[in-house]
């Protein structure tokens, strides 16, 4: 007997017309709700590591931590270096060699040879005195604070200077030379 013969009510329900209507729609839904159960289970879900502290669920590991070494003798000299040379604008030869990648920025020794280089200058003078602070030493990196004090300038201003270097093979370079001053803040009236 062909089924299309038989009546719809003796028709087994999932060959009815009716049932695919409602079901059809009812399976894509159900689906979608599954998809976006496993999708918020992955990215809030638990990963094994207790994270109660901020609630996001996801939790890595903390950063494994440099060893600090002894800082090498030879930074503080290299500093002072770059202080008369690139800082006060003299000697750019001598300060090309001791300087890292983020101060050369891609400049040849000639760019940086026209004193146009990405350094605060200073006025340095014979009777600059220099005094530095240790912020950390790794077997890579170190930064220090050079407090530098000129007496015979204009503006008896010290200024601090946050100094990072970078060890390149058994050399170390001054990779950044930034004022630890900030600006005033404007009070109205």
Do not use: C, E
């Amino acid at each position: 007997m062909h089924t299309s013969s038989i009546p719809v009510a003796r028709k087994p329900f999932w060959r009815r017309q009716q049932f695919w209507r409602v079901a059809l729609p009812v399976a894509t839904g159900l689906a979608v709700l599954i998809a976006g159960l496993v999708v918020y289970q992955q990215v809030y879900g638990s990963n094994g590591v207790s994270n109660a502290k901020n609630g996001w669920g996801v939790s890595y590991p903390p950063p494994a931590k440099p060893k600090t070494v002894k800082l090498d003798p030879q930074i503080r000299g290299i500093v002072r270096r770059f202080i008369d040379t690139a800082v006060a604008r003299r000697n750019l030869d001598v300060a090309y060699a001791i300087s890292g990648p983020a101060i050369r920025q891609g400049m040849t020794r000639a760019q940086f040879g026209t004193g146009r280089i990405p350094v605060v200058p200073y006025p340095v003078t014979a009777k600059t005195k220099i005094t530095m602070k240790l912020d950390y030493s790794f077997a890579t990196k170190a930064r220090l604070q050079a407090f530098v004090v000129t007496p015979d300038r204009k503006v008896k201003s010290p200024h601090t200077f946050f100094v990072d270097l970078v060890k390149h093979g058994n050399t170390w370079l001054v990779n950044s030379w930034v004022p630890r001053w900030t600006p005033p803040i404007p009070t109205p009236g």
